[in-house]
């Protein structure tokens, strides 16, 4: 386990993490704006 191994595979989680909660804000605000129609 080398130090740039891990520190490619949090990047990688980190991104990962970050198009999941970009999609979830997104879910959120359509379904909002539904709702407010």
Known sequence: MS???I???????????T???LKNTFRTSSTCKNYRK
Do not use: H
């Not at 520190?7 to 993490?17: D, P, V």
């Open 3 to 5: 130090f740039e191994f």
């Open 19 to 21: 198009q999941i909660r």
């Open 7 to 17: 520190i490619k595979t949090l990047s990688k989680f980190s991104q990962k993490a």
